[in-house]
């Protein structure tokens, strides 16, 4: 089975239980080392009106022959404006608990349809505060944040002024997201954590030469008690799908199925 069609069948796979819990599927990342890794990402659902800065985004991704979409999935119930009672706040984030749940039903059903034959390891998680992109239109949620595009082949900019040559690996401010591309703005990312411009004209990357695109959260550890004030910390940017505290599950492994983990991040901001 291909990494597309496995990618669609553990969409369609998941979606059921997913929803069920309220939660949107952002992803599914595949990767083959040895013994095969399948990631599932699920999100909470946002109005597109959210503030993207207070809560964390919720995209639902449809795999099909077209490629991927995203949507959101509005509320049954609508708050009594008669009652005095506040409406609870809305979750920013999956729990673990949600993430084992899935991870257990989606492990059945990938067991009853025999969709992988090799061994493999199976993770839900949240997608984090630095987030991997699956679509363009989940992207466009993130304009004005910092983004670590990774390239099949080196793209230059279009700029003739431009000095640098091609890259295979551009990061900087997202400022705008096209039907076929995005554009960055390169910025550097001192080792204390600050953002600073390449002083480098905008580079438009066509989203079919990006191999992984990733959201960078960027954050600036605190100074250290007893620190003299010259010693500056070391920033950094932390990884794709880990933005928040993460607890993992262990569930126990057999020939074909492996660990089943259940990962979450905690990302309200």
């Given at each position: ?77 609508s708050p009594d404006e008669s009652s005095d009672t506040?409406?609870?706040a809305a979750p920013t984030s999956a729990t673990i ?97 600050d953002v600073e411009d390449e002083n480098h004209p ?68």
């Open positions: 089975m291909t990494d597309q069609a496995l990618r669609e069948t553990v969409i369609r796979l998941a979606q059921p239980v997913v929803h069920s819990l309220g939660l949107l599927v952002w992803g599914v990342e595949i990767a083959r080392a040895g013994r095969t890794l399948v990631r599932l990402f699920v999100d909470v659902p946002t109005a597109p009106q959210a503030d993207e800065h207070q809560a964390a985004p919720g995209v639902s991704v449809v795999s099909s022959a077209a490629g991927i979409s995203d949507g959101f999935a509005p509320s049954d119930h506040p409406a609870p608990e949600q993430c084992e749940e899935i991870s257990r039903h989606l492990a059945l059903a990938l067991e009853v349809e025999d969709s992988i034959p090799d061994a493999y390891v199976l993770e839900v998680s949240t997608p984090g505060l630095s987030r991997l992109f699956f679509s363009l239109e989940q992207m466009t949620r993130y304009v004005g944040d910092v983004v670590e595009a990774r390239l099949h082949t080196p793209v230059a900019s279009t700029d003739p002024a431009a000095h640098g040559g091609p890259r295979r690996i551009w990061r900087g401010t997202l400022t705008a997201v096209e039907e076929e591309g995005f554009v960055l703005a390169p910025v550097a990312i001192s080792p204390e954590g905008p580079v438009f990357l066509p989203w079919s030469s990006v191999r992984r695109a990733t959201r960078m959260y960027i954050f600036k550890p605190p100074q250290k008690p007893g620190k003299k004030p010259g010693n500056k910390p070391r920033g950094k940017a932390a990884p794709a799908g880990k933005g928040g505290q993460t607890a993992k599950k262990k569930a126990a492994s057999d020939k074909k199925t492996g660990n089943i983990v259940a990962d979450n991040d905690h990302t309200a901001s």
